[in-house]
């Protein structure tokens, strides 16, 4: 049980996005269709995972007072193999997400994980914690980019069933910030329990 | 000419917390109050344009030359990293009544985006002038995150004099805290797309 | 811990050039096929295809390909850049000897999500340069020519047309000199 909620936090408890408000710059920028939510989400659930592992493994090894130039050499090492990957085998993601998939380096959530979960846990459990925080992240940026993609475009997944145009705002900057907004306070009501 | 519309484009029309979403995590911590605002400001404006120029000739002289392009990302968040320990550390010794006010937010700026994403848009972006587009050189680079980092503390201290009048107002539960803030800069980035096509 | 720092960064790069080195073929292989997909888009098919050639008109560089047929070019794509809204687009346009635009398809662009974007996806926009140009003006309707414009995107759609009639009147540049 407590390995299982070790993945299931990160859904909902932990939500990077809803609740911790971590990582807002590709949550903001990159959702404006439901797909390219997807993709930055599964992009940073690589990193976290693999960072989560190697630094969980290190953790024990580095000397106290350099463990934050480590971690993020290692973050930025498993960034930049992801860039050749996604360049070399997913080129058109890797042409929309643009700025943002170098970006993860900074994201808050995977310094922020290894900081306060992988370096205290052992291999599995920072797997665990990677993947349920990896989804949540996902999720999260999934339902941010469907929201906006059906009041901006009238489309799902790219699947449009409103003929014509939609409110350009939402897939503008100003929806991005406004339909994280609305979401949270929904979030705040029905699903957080205080 | 083209130091104006570097400028103008990049405070105004491509402000890059309000159109190109690039340190908002700060941009949402600090802006409780006008004065960490400010001050928080100073040190991105301060650590983004020392950053770009090293970053700048990192790149141009050490990475290129190499065929080590591959190299960027890590490399200029190790730069930008050292470079941020430094600025405290020298801080610290020549003008402590800076340090005083910038030293706290210093740490934060290592993992602020905005400072790495500056530099990586500086080397790989072709901007456009007019009819033409091409890669900055050293001044535009260093003008261009000057203006960027005018264009971050504007949005910054004119979201933290609106939410510094939010937090006397009674909103519903489920808004309090980031939710209304989060609606507030969506309106305040409606009313910088008036902006878009001035340059 | 300098040392430890130091092997870390040392082992890191040591990775990083392994799969940088895995990976390069992919990725050239990748934008390789990227390339020959938007130029078969816009040529008619059949005809061989020549390696990339780059010539000057009007100021500009252009890179452009001959697709040959029974010993004469029957087409040609031509690589046009131009500035729009958000900066640079990058069109592949085939255009037929005669001056004809067989069909263009977008390579880069940074317009507007939503708006300008469009220009990459809407069918109705993007047939319409089929067929133009041995005669015709390119231009948008608000400048007299016959284009529809993407709704709130006219300097979008203007710069798109920019770059096919620049293809159009380098393809007719080069098809002159053959003949003298």
Known sequence: ?????????????????????????????????????????????????????????????????????VYIVVIATFVTVLQFIMQAYTPDAYKTLGLFIPLIVVNCIVLGRAEAFANKHGVLESLLDGLGVGFGFTVSLTVIGIVREILGSGSVFGWKFISGDGILAFVMAPGAFLVLGYLMVLFNKYLKKS | MEYIIIIVSAIFVNNIVL????????????????????????????????????????????????????????????????????????????????????????????????????????????????????????????????????????????????????????????????????????????????????? | MVLCLTLVCLFCSAVLAVVYAITADPIKAAEQKALVESISQVLPSGGELSDVATAEFGGQKF??????????????????????????LTLMVGVLPDGTVYNTSVLSHSETPGLGAKCNTDAKFMDQWKGLGADKVIKVTKDGGDIDAITASTITSRAYSLAVSNAVAFVKSIVKAEED
């Open chain 1, 1 to 69: 049980m407590g390995k299982w909620s070790t993945f299931t936090d990160g859904f909902v408890k932990n939500n990077p996005t809803f609740v911790l408000v971590l990582g807002m710059c590709p949550t903001l920028a990159t959702t404006t269709s439901a797909v390219n939510g997807l993709e930055m989400g599964l992009a940073t659930l690589f990193v976290l995972v693999l960072s989560n592992i190697v630094i969980s493994l290190l953790a024990p090894v580095v000397p106290d007072k350099v463990h934050i130039p």
């Open chain 2, 19 to 199: 159109s190109q979403f690039l340190g908002i995590c700060p941009f949402l911590g600090v802006s409780n109050k006008l004065s960490t605002a400010t001050g928080m400001s100073g040190a991105v404006c301060f650590v983004i344009t020392l950053a770009t120029l090293v970053t700048y000739l990192l790149n141009q002289y050490l990475l290129v030359p190499f065929g080590l392009e591959f190299l960027q990302t890590i490399a200029f968040i190790l730069v930008i990293a050292a470079l941020v320990q430094m600025v405290e550390i020298v801080l610290k010794k020549i003008s402590p009544s800076l340090y005083q006010a910038l030293g706290i937010f210093l740490p934060l700026i290592t993992t602020n985006c905005a400072v790495l994403g500056v530099a990586i848009t500086v080397v790989t972006k072709e901007f456009t002038f007019g009819a033409e587009s091409h890669m900055l050189n050293l001044g535009q680079a260093i003008v261009y995150a000057l203006a960027t980092s005018v264009g971050y503390g504007l949005a910054m201290v004119l979201f933290a004099g609106l939410r510094e009048h939010l937090a006397l107002n009674e909103v519903p539960k489920s808004f309090k805290g980031l939710p209304i803030a989060l609606i507030t800069v969506g309106i305040l980035a409606l009313a910088f797309l008036g902006f878009s096509g001035i340059v």
């Open chain 3, 63 to 88: 890179d452009y390909y001959i697709s040959t047929a029974n010993g004469a070019p029957a087409a040609y794509a031509v690589k046009s850049s131009t500035i729009g809204f958000g900066g640079p």
